[in-house]
């Protein structure tokens, strides 16, 4: 049994903390004589009062600092309003710069939510459904997002055609949103289909070796999804018939039971992985479906009602399965009818989206989940070049990498490998030369690359026409 530690000595170096407004680091706290351990011993101490939620950590590696937690306790309510220019600043300044490895991007908020709930699920506390979250939500006077961030996000968002009929620049862009959206969406539900497969599936119909049914069946749903919404921009919207549609075609032929494709639930469900246990009553779920549809509805600021959807629709699980699935989806429609660029969760890591939302499950903080939703359309505004002159600068990732990422795509080409060789030899090749938080990213520009590749292109990767033309009839 490990060795218990005494309550006074915890209490000791939690009351040292507190006493530091702007905290203390490893090195500071070593220096106390009044402490008297060993490095390690410190950090063992430190790590067991995070996880607790009495100290909180801030920065990384040698930057890092315990602050005390009194300020930012998880329990606290889901109020996210920010009354003074100088917060705003700060939260927009931290969301919107480009994302270092170690995840500065995150707020404070965000990474105490973080810090409580990667704790073991037997040391959190089950919880149900908060009827008084939705409920204290007002349309136009609640505000998840504050404001100057939502002119950010607008400022991101411009493609210039918004007197033009809603879903005209979604019709632009549709075929390369099919693909980002499909492979992302499904990507952040565990589906192991790669960028180039998803393309491959897509676009002539061959499913990929070795997958199983369900992740096939899966992007194809998304396919039909985002084609409904760009179809009929002009009349979805957050009511009944819109949202259950969307759940129909996002499940179709992955329920056990086919009639709960685009119905409300009328049974119990539970959620892997958290303590968050879903409302019960059928009649209830129902009600409080039709309350969600009435707020979204609404919103007037197409961001706020973008997340707003995000938030409550996986909260509520109005349908036995899908959830998550759906509420990515229709936080596009607001972006959708506007005609903004979409948001298809580019870079977006599975662990933090799904931390984001077992941070809504369990604590009704939105924060982390704010976070997710900000670095993925500012990341989806990069891809889609929508905002060139507003960022004006080139991707800091593609140019770390730059010379990597040339010679995968050229080797690809002159190794005339079709797609089935291609994306294991790139996962591979990743593998052995770029550090591991990076991969996931590295493989996806790498694909990409090869995506676009065309006449007119090649010559920056060093290869001749008749190459190209070579690898083409191979790549096919």
């Given at each position: 049994m490990p060795q218990q530690i005494p309550a006074e000595e915890l209490g000791q170096l939690v009351r040292i903390i507190e006493a530091s407004p702007d905290g203390r680091s490893v090195g500071e706290l070593l220096a106390l004589p009044e402490l008297g351990i060993k490095k390690r011993t410190l950090q063992r101490r430190l790590d067991q009062l995070a996880g607790?939620?009495?100290?909180?950590?801030?920065?990384?590696?040698?930057?890092?600092?315990?602050?005390?937690?009194?300020?930012?306790?998880?329990?606290?309510?889901?109020?996210?309003?920010?009354?003074?220019a100088a917060e705003d600043d700060?939260?927009?300044?931290?969301?919107?710069?480009?994302?270092?490895?170690?995840h500065a991007w995150l707020s404070d908020e965000a990474r105490n939510i973080r810090a409580v709930i990667e704790q073991p699920r037997a040391r959190r506390t089950p919880v149900g459904y908060q009827g008084a979250f939705l409920d204290a939500y007002l349309p136009n006077r609640t505000?998840?997002?504050?404001?100057?961030?939502?002119?950010?996000?607008?400022?991101?968002?411009?493609?210039?055609?918004?007197?033009l009929p809603a879903g005209t620049y979604v019709r632009q862009v549709l075929d390369r949103l099919l693909i980002d959206l499909s492979w992302n969406s499904s990507r952040l539900e565990g589906n192991t289909y790669s960028l180039l497969e998803t393309q491959r599936l897509l676009e002539r119909g061959e499913d990929a070796d070795g997958k199983a049914t369900e992740e096939t069946q899966m992007i194809l749903n998304h396919k039909a999804a985002i084609e409904m919404l760009a179809d009929q921009a002009e009349?979805?919207?957050?009511?009944?018939?819109?949202?259950?549609?969307?759940?129909?075609?996002?499940?179709?032929?992955?329920?056990?039971?086919?009639?709960?494709?685009?119905?409300?639930?009328?049974?119990?469900?539970?959620?892997?992985?958290?303590?968050?246990?879903?409302?019960?009553?059928?009649?209830?779920?129902?009600?409080?479906?039709?309350?969600?549809?009435?707020?979204?509805e609404a919103v007037k600021d197409p961001f706020e009602q973008a997340f707003f959807a995000m938030v409550h629709l996986p909260y509520l699980q109005p349908f036995e399965d899908v959830n998550k699935r759906v509420s990515r989806l229709a936080a596009n429609i607001p972006l959708i009818r506007h005609n903004?660029?979409?948001?298809?969760?580019?870079?977006?890591?599975?662990?933090?989206?799904?931390?984001?939302?077992?941070?809504?499950y369990e604590l009704n903080r939105v924060e982390y989940l704010r976070d997710v939703f900000v670095w993925a359309y500012r990341r989806s505004c990069v891809r889609y070049a929508a905002v060139r002159q507003s960022l004006g600068e080139p991707d800091p990732f593609r140019l770390r990498h730059r010379a990597a990422i040339g010679r995968l795509v050229r080797e690809v080409v002159l190794?005339?490998?079709?797609?089935?060789?291609?994306?294991?030899?790139?996962?591979?090749?990743?593998?052995?030369?770029?550090?591991?938080?990076?991969?996931?990213?590295?493989?996806?520009?790498?694909?990409?690359?090869?995506?676009?590749l065309h006449e007119g292109n090649i010559a920056r990767y060093r290869l001749r026409p008749s190459e190209f033309a070579a690898w083409q009839a191979a790549w096919k």
């Open positions: 607790e939620g009495r100290i909180r950590p801030r920065g990384e590696g040698r930057g890092r600092r315990y602050l005390a937690a009194q300020n930012n306790a998880p329990s606290l309510p889901a109020k996210v309003t920010y009354k003074t700060r939260l927009r300044g931290n969301m919107l710069r480009e994302e270092p490895s170690d505000f998840y997002l504050p404001e100057t961030l939502r002119k950010q996000l607008a400022e991101m968002g411009q493609v210039g055609l918004t007197d009349g979805i919207g957050f009511n009944r018939y819109t949202i259950c549609n969307l759940h129909a075609l996002l499940s179709d032929n992955l329920l056990s039971d086919p009639a709960a494709c685009g119905r409300i639930r009328s049974r119990p469900v539970g959620i892997g992985g958290t303590v968050f246990h879903p409302l019960e009553v059928p009649s209830q779920i129902e009600e409080r479906f039709g309350q969600i549809m009435e707020k979204a903004l660029c979409p948001l298809s969760f580019i870079d977006v890591e599975q662990k933090d989206y799904v931390n984001g939302i077992i941070g809504v190794g005339r490998m079709p797609v089935s060789k291609a994306v294991p030899w790139i996962r591979a090749e990743t593998a052995m030369e770029i550090p591991e938080p990076s991969r996931p990213q590295f493989v996806e520009v790498v694909e990409t690359e090869l995506r676009s």
